[in-house]
C-alpha cells in the first residue's frame, strides 16, 4: 500500500499567506483613496469619509503602498523609510485640515467630511488644547518637512542648503536687518567643503557669463562633442580598464583641506534575503558512537586505555575528547595517528590529534564527520548582524571566517588582529575565503567606512567582479608590476594620517573619527590575492614596503589580507610573518608548508574545501574551523545590489593614487614642448559645458586612460583654462569659450 503524501502546510510566513493579505491591504487601500468621491454611493463610503475626511487619499496611498511589502518578492521599490514618511503625511494632513474649520463647524458631520474627519478632529483638539494654535501649526509644518525628507529620500541638511540657496547675496556694502544666511552661519550650520548635495555630486555655483542649460541640452551636446569625430582611443587605454568606473577625485581628504564628510548617509545594506537558502543534512548519531567505540578498541589494542567522554558535531569534522589512563604518554597516542586513520577508514591518509584539547584534560581525536554541512554566507551574515545589533561598536571591520568544530559561529575583527594571511595549496578554499571575507564587509560597512585596494595578478578573474562599487579607491589592479607602486601611496597616505593624528592629539583612527563627530577618514584594507608573484617580480622591494605597512598601519586604519598558494619561505619570509600575526591555514601537501604558515604543525592533515586552521595574538594554538562558503553567485547578488543604489557618478576613484601607480608606466603623459594634444579643444569644449575639470571625469567621458587625461589637464591648466589644484575641492573652470582661450594664444605669440 502506497503511503499518501503529506500536503504542503501553509504557515502565516508562506509566500502564499504573505501575497493573499497583500491583495486584502491592497484592496482596502483603494476603497480607502476613492471614498471621498463615492461619499452618498454606500454606507461603508460614508462611514471612511466621515472618519479620515479629504485625509483618506493619502491614508489610502499609504495602505497600498504598504500592501507592496507583503506582495512584491524583492523590496527594491520599496522602503520602510518611505512607509514612515507616508504615515506621518497622513497624520500631518488630517490635522492641518481640521486645522481651517470654524470653530462651529469642529461637531459638523458634513463639514467633518470635507475636512480631516473625526481623526483629524481628535489629533486637532488635543494639539490645540495643549500647545495653542501657533505651535500647533508648528509642528504640522515640522512633520510635514520630515515625511517629505522621508518620502524622496532628501535630508534636512540638503532641504536647508537649498533654501539658503534660494537667499540672493547682498550687494556692495548696503546693509540688511537681517539675513538667513548670516543666521545659519551664526548657529553652526555653514555650508562646509565636501557636503553632500542633493544630485549626489558637487554642485557648483556658474559665473554670471555662462549660460546656464538642462541637462537634456548638456547631454546632446556631450554627444556632438565627444561623437562628432570617432572616439578617441589612449595608446595607454587597456582592456582592463573601464571608462565607466572613473569618477573626479578622491574621497579621502588633504593635510591643507577640511575631511570631506561622508557622502553615503543613506546607506542601504543588501538585505540576507538576496542570498539563496541552503539546505543542510541531518546527523546520525549512531554512526558518531560507532565510530567512538572504534577508537577505544584501538587504542586498547595498543595497550592504551581512553574512554570517549565527549563528542563534538562540527560543519565537517568530529572530535573525540578521550580520557587516558594515568601514566600514560600522550606521545604514545600522537604517534597512532596512521592507525586510528586505517581502523576508523578515514578520506586522510592521517588523522588530527590535539593534545591536549585546550583548557582541558583530554586528547582531542578529529576525524572527518560522515554526513558533513558547508557554512553559508546567509547564516553567517544574519548572526554577524544579530551581534552588531546587539552591539554596533563590537566590530570595527568584522570577518566572518566560519564555524569551529563545536558548531560556534567565529568572527574576527581585522582592526584589532590587525593584519591577516591566507595560505593553502590550489583548490583549499583560499580564494573562496577571501570573497567570504570581503562579504561580511561589504554587507555591514558603508564606503564612507572602508576602502579597498585589491591586487589580482590572475588578470582580475578573481577579483574583477568587484570593479564599479564605491569601495574601491582603484579599480582592481592586474599588473603586478604596478603593485609596488600602489604600496609607495599607501605608504605616504599612512604618514599623511600620521600627521592627521599628531594634529588631533589622538592615537588611532577611530579616536579621530570620534573627535570629528563624523567619518572623516575611512578604513583602508589592502587584499593581495597572490603574494608569490609580487615575491617573484618585486622581491626584497615589495617586503620592505609590506613590513613598514604591517608595523605602523594599524594606528591610522591599514590592514592588509595577504594571500597566497605558494607558502614557502621564499613567499612568506620571516620579517612578513612577524608583523603579520593572524594567520589562516588551508590544507597543504608537506608539514613544511604547515609550519612555515602557522609555525606548528596540522595544516598536512586538513580536508580542503574550507577547512582550516586559524591562528592569531590571541590563541595560543591554532583553532581548526570550517570556512564560510561563498558562492559566486552569492558574491553577485551583494555586488548587484550595492551597484543598484549608485550612480556613476557616486564611483569616486582616487586620482592620487591612480598617478602613483602609473608614474613608472609606459607611454607617459611626459610631451614634446610646444605640441598640444589633438584632443586639447574637445576636452576644452567638455570642461567649458560641464564646468568640471578633473582627470577622472574627462577619462570617463572621453574614454581615454589616465595617462593621457592628465596631459590634457596639464594643458588646459597651461592655457589659463582651469585653475590650479586646491587640495580636495575641485577646479575652477576659468574659460568662458573655445575661442576665448584660442585668441588669448593668438595674442601671445603675436607680442612674443
Not at 2 to 9: A, F, L, N, T, Y
Not at 80 to 107: C, D, M, R, T
Not at 144 to 157: A, K, M, N, Q, R
Amino acid at each position: 500500500m502506497s503511503r499518501k503524501k503529506k500536503p504542503k502546510e501553509i504557515n502565516i510566513k508562506s509566500n502564499e499567506t504573505k501575497i493573499f493579505f497583500g491583495l486584502i491591504v491592497f484592496v482596502l487601500g483603494l476603497i480607502v483613496l476613492f471614498s471621498p468621491f463615492f461619499v452618498e454611493q454606500t454606507k461603508l463610503f460614508d462611514v471612511i469619509s466621515l472618519k479620515l475626511g479629504y485625509s483618506s487619499i493619502a491614508w489610502g496611498t499609504l495602505l497600498i503602498y504598504s500592501s507592496f511589502f507583503l506582495l512584491l518578492k524583492h523590496k527594491k521599490f520599496v522602503s520602510k523609510k518611505q512607509a514612515l514618511g507616508l504615515f506621518l503625511f497622513s497624520l500631518s494632513l488630517a490635522v492641518l485640515l481640521s486645522f481651517w474649520l470654524a470653530p462651529e463647524q469642529i461637531n459638523n458631520q458634513d463639514s467633518l467630511k470635507g475636512a480631516g474627519g473625526e481623526i483629524g478632529k481628535i489629533l486637532h483638539q488635543s494639539l490645540n488644547g495643549v500647545f495653542g494654535n501657533f505651535i500647533e501649526i508648528l509642528i504640522v509644518i515640522l512633520m510635514l518637512v520630515i515625511s517629505f525628507s522621508l518620502i524622496t529620500g532628501t535630508t534636512l541638511e540638503q532641504i536647508r542648503d537649498f533654501v539658503e540657496n534660494k537667499i540672493p547675496e547682498e550687494n556692495g556694502n548696503e546693509k540688511k536687518g537681517f539675513n538667513l544666511k548670516d543666521f545659519f552661519k551664526k548657529i553652526g550650520f555653514e555650508k562646509k567643503e565636501g557636503d553632500i548635495q542633493i544630485s549626489g555630486e558637487e554642485i557648483q555655483t556658474a559665473e554670471p557669463y555662462v549660460e546656464q542649460t538642462d541637462e537634456e541640452e548638456q547631454e546632446r551636446r556631450l554627444e556632438e562633442i565627444l561623437h562628432g569625430d570617432s572616439a578617441p582611443k589612449d595608446e595607454n587605454f587597456g582592456e582592463d580598464e573601464n571608462p565607466q568606473q572613473y569618477s573626479q577625485g578622491a574621497n579621502l581628504e588633504t593635510d591643507n583641506n577640511e575631511p570631506q564628510r561622508p557622502k553615503f548617509t543613506n546607506w542601504i545594506f543588501p538585505s540576507v534575503d538576496i542570498l539563496p537558502e541552503r539546505e543542510h543534512q541531518k546527523q546520525d548519531e549512531r554512526i558518531y558512537k560507532e565510530k567512538a567505540k572504534i577508537i577505544e578498541v584501538t587504542l586498547r589494542n595498543f595497550g592504551i586505555q581512553s574512554k570517549v567522554v565527549a563528542i563534538a558535531v562540527g560543519p565537517t569534522v568530529l572530535r573525540f575528547s578521550l580520557s587516558i589512563s594515568t601514566g600514560t604518554k600522550v606521545s604514545k597516542v600522537k604517534n597512532l595517528s596512521n592507525d586510528l586513520a586505517l581502523a576508523l577508514a578515514s578520506q586522510t591518509a592521517s588523522i588530527r590529534i590535539e593534545a591536549p584539547i585546550p583548557g582541558t584534560s583530554f586528547i582531542g581525536v578529529e576525524i572527518p564527520n560522515p554526513t558533513p554541512n558547508f557554512v553559508y554566507t546567509k547564516d553567517m551574515v544574519k548572526k554577524l548582524r544579530q551581534e552588531m545589533k546587539q552591539d554596533p561598536n563590537k566590530y570595527e571591520l568584522p570577518l566572518i571566517l566560519g564555524k569551529d568544530i563545536t558548531g560556534k559561529t567565529i568572527i574576527k575583527d581585522l582592526a584589532k588582529i590587525p593584519h591577516l594571511l591566507v595560505a593553502g595549496a590550489t583548490g583549499t578554499g583560499k580564494s573562496v575565503a577571501i570573497n567570504s571575507l570581503l562579504a561580511g564587509l561589504l554587507m555591514t560597512k558603508t564606503p564612507d567606512e572602508v576602502k579597498f585596494i585589491m591586487v589580482d595578478p590572475k588578470m582580475g578573474v578573481e577579483m574583477g567582479i568587484y570593479n564599479g562599487i564605491p569601495h574601491l579607491l582603484n579599480p582592481v589592479i592586474t599588473d603586478v608590476s604596478l603593485t609596488s607602486n600602489a604600496f609607495d601611496w599607501v605608504i605616504d597616505e599612512m604618514m599623511r594620517r600620521y600627521r592627521l593624528l599628531k594634529q588631533m592629539h589622538v592615537k588611532k583612527l577611530s579616536e579621530y573619527n570620534t573627535k570629528m563627530g563624523f567619518t572623516a577618514m575611512p578604513y583602508i584594507v589592502v587584499v593581495v590575492d597572490e603574494m608569490a608573484d609580487l615575491m617573484l617580480t618585486s622581491g626584497i622591494e615589495v617586503e620592505t614596503k609590506i613590513q613598514r605597512l604591517a608595523q605602523m598601519g594599524r594606528a591610522v586604519g591599514i590592514h592588509l589580507i595577504l594571500a597566497t598558494q605558494k607558502p614557502t619561505v621564499n613567499v612568506i619570509t620571516g620579517l612578513i610573518k612577524s608583523n603579520i600575526p593572524g594567520r589562516m591555514a588551508f590544507a597543504v601537501s608537506t608539514l613544511i608548508d604547515s609550519r612555515v604558515i602557522l609555525d606548528e604543525s596540522g595544516a598536512e592533515t586538513l580536508l580542503g574545501n574550507g577547512d582550516m586552521l586559524y591562528k592569531d595574538q590571541t590563541t595560543p594554538r591554532a583553532l581548526r574551523i570550517q570556512g564560510t562558503y561563498t558562492t559566486t553567485e552569492d558574491t553577485e547578488n551583494i555586488i548587484q545590489k550595492i551597484k543598484e543604489q549608485i550612480t556613476e557618478e557616486d564611483i569616486e576613484y582616487s586620482e592620487e593614487l591612480a598617478k602613483a601607480i602609473e608614474k613608472n608606466k609606459e607611454g607617459s603623459s611626459i610631451q614634446e614642448a610646444g605640441v598640444r594634444d589633438p584632443d586639447f579643444e574637445k576636452a576644452l569644449e567638455i570642461v567649458i559645458l560641464t564646468q568640471k575639470a578633473s582627470s577622472s571625469f574627462l577619462q570617463r567621458k572621453m574614454r581615454i586612460g589616465y595617462n593621457k587625461a592628465a596631459r590634457l589637464i596639464d594643458e588646459l591648466y597651461e592655457a589659463g583654462a582651469i585653475g590650479p589644484e586646491e587640495g580636495s575641492k575641485p577646479r575652477k573652470v576659468l574659460a568662458h569659450s573655445v575661442d576665448e582661450i584660442i585668441k588669448r594664444e593668438q595674442d601671445d605669440e603675436q607680442s612674443a
